[in-house]
Structures are given as C-alpha cells and as structure tokens.
C-alpha cells in the first residue's frame, strides 16, 4: 500500500505520511509512561523546573570543555534553538576560572541566501547569537581561540574538516516541529524519493549541506524567532549532517516545550526506544545512534487530549 500524502504539504514527506498507529501510540504517552521508554542506548529524563532544565543543558558544555588538553582537544556541538542555556555556559566558565585554550564548539547550522551563509550581522545569524549570548560574555583571558570556534559555511570544506581536530563528547539540539535536529528536515516528494521517504541508510550517509527547508520549519522560526514575520526568514539553511552526528559520542535533544508541539516530543522518543527508524521522523533515525538521551522539561509536555480554544 503506498504511503499517504503529506496533510502539511503534499510535496514533502513528514510524519503525517506514518503509519495512523504509531501516531495513536505516541499520543496516548503520559509523561510517566514516557519516561519508560528509555532502552541501553537511548535514555529519557524529565526535569521539573526550568531552572534545573537550563543549567542541566549548560553544564554538558561545562562538563565536555573540562576534557580538553593539548594532547586531546574536545568539543561540543551545539544549538540555536534553545538558547536560554547560552548565557549560563558563559557565567559558568567565568565562575570556574575554565581555560578553553584546547576547548572546541560547532555551531549546528546557519541560514543560507543569495548563494551563501548569512552574514553574522543578519539579525536571525545564529553565529550572532551564539557570540552574543556565551562566547562575548566569556572573559578574554579563558576563550577558546577563535580557530576553534566552527560555524557551518556555503563552502562546507572547512568545516566538515574541523571535526578532525577534535573529539566532538556531545552534540545538543532542540527538536523542531518537523522533528529535525539541526536543520535535517524531510525531503521533497520526488524524484527517487516521490513514492517512499530514503532509507535510514541513504539518510545517514549526508554530510553537511545545504538544504531547502520544510513549509513547516519556515513558519516555525517565524513564530519562535521573527513575531511571526515569515517572509523574513530564508527559504534554505547549512545544516550539520547525520555523517557528523554519528561522530559525536553522545547526541543530546532538549524539549522545554517552546518548539515542538506535546505530539511530536512523544513521538520521536517513542519511535528511537521501538527502533522505528524512518526519514520522513529525521529524528527518529537516533534510534541507530549508541548514545541519546532526550531531556524534557516536565511542565512543557502537555497534553495530546483534545481541548478546544
């Protein structure tokens, strides 16, 4: 039987081209059960405050940072989207006196127009936010040197390279409504690709990139980042890949319940911990990965009950 159309956007695969019982089961998860579903390999955790929530996530940079020696430098991947945790990393260094002369960090992604990444001065530039919001804020005398400081580029040369200078521990990411992590969205339905998603395989073998992103992702960042103002945000993005990913020794997903939605922060935990690995979920292609965990603020979980507003 051949899988359906998209209810979002019928060009795109997504995960309402799954199976109708895997959503059921998925929405039918209480926080509880939720929390059950850890696996060796694939581990939840329910934070029952913001506070512990954010510093939680600081401290994976902290903790990582602390690996790092001339002989062995170690660095983290991390997001924009969330970003609260940003500002906490930066207090943290300086209150500790953290030397990151042999510390690393990859920004996961970047907007992509007019033939290349957006320039730092854009105001959606996440090479902006991530200066602005932890590594300006980091005394001089303890930031990492500037060359180690990985921001995804139009020429992916360097920066897919960089992962050779050092050991990545932990690479973070939110989730978004199209359950990405980075900015590894479903693909377009066609070509090859228009009667079925590409395998977990095929998937897993991208690199870093350049994409086009989902309608769903568009409107997305609008609404986090822009009030709204779609038009604003760029149509493609530089995005790390899964070839990346699967080099990090730990992939860590944090949900506060600010980007996706009570259904989708079930879904993709249910799908690793089955081992229900599918494209059009990119997320839930994880479940192959030997170190997830997800982290979830208990308080944005809501609710898959129907309430009418």
């Not at 992103?213 to 790390?240: K, Y």
């Amino acid at each position: 039987m051949p899988r359906p159309s998209s209810r979002i956007a019928p060009e795109w695969w997504d995960y309402t081209t799954l199976d109708a019982e895997i959503i059921r089961d998925a929405a039918a998860l209480t926080p509880e059960s939720l929390a059950k579903l850890s696996r060796p390999g694939f581990r939840v955790v329910l934070y029952d405050t913001l506070e512990d929530f954010y510093l939680a996530e600081a401290l994976e940079y902290i903790t990582a940072w602390r690996q790092a020696t001339a002989d062995e430098p170690v660095g983290i991947c991390g997001p924009i989207g969330p970003t609260e945790q940003l500002p906490l990393v930066a207090r943290l260094v300086n209150e500790l006196d953290l030397d990151l002369r042999h510390a690393h960090f990859w920004g996961m992604d970047e907007w992509y127009e007019n033939g290349r990444e957006v320039p730092a001065t854009h105001p959606l530039s996440f090479e902006r936010a991530d200066r602005e919001l932890c590594f300006d804020r980091i005394r001089p005398e303890l930031r990492m040197p500037e060359q180690n400081l990985h921001f995804p580029k139009a020429d992916t040369r360097d920066y897919i390279a960089s992962w050779e200078k050092a050991r990545c521990a932990v690479m973070q990411g939110g989730q978004g409504d199209t359950k990405h992590w980075a900015f590894n969205d479903p693909p377009r339905r066609e070509g090859k690709y228009k009667d079925a998603p590409p395998s977990p395989e095929d998937y897993r073998s991208l690199s870093t990139r350049v994409v086009n992103l989902h309608p769903v992702t568009l409107s997305q960042n609008a609404r986090t980042s822009g009030g709204g103002n779609i038009t604003m945000v760029p149509m493609q993005a530089i995005t790390v890949g899964p070839r990346e990913t699967w080099r990090a020794e730990k992939v860590s997903i944090w949900q506060a319940g600010v980007h996706d939605n009570p259904l989708g922060q079930r879904l993709t935990a249910l799908m690793i911990s089955k081992r229900i690995a599918d494209s059009s979920v990119p997320m839930s292609l994880l479940a192959d990965h030997p170190n997830v965990q997800f982290n979830y603020y208990r308080g944005g979980l809501g609710s898959c009950a129907v309430e009418m507003h």
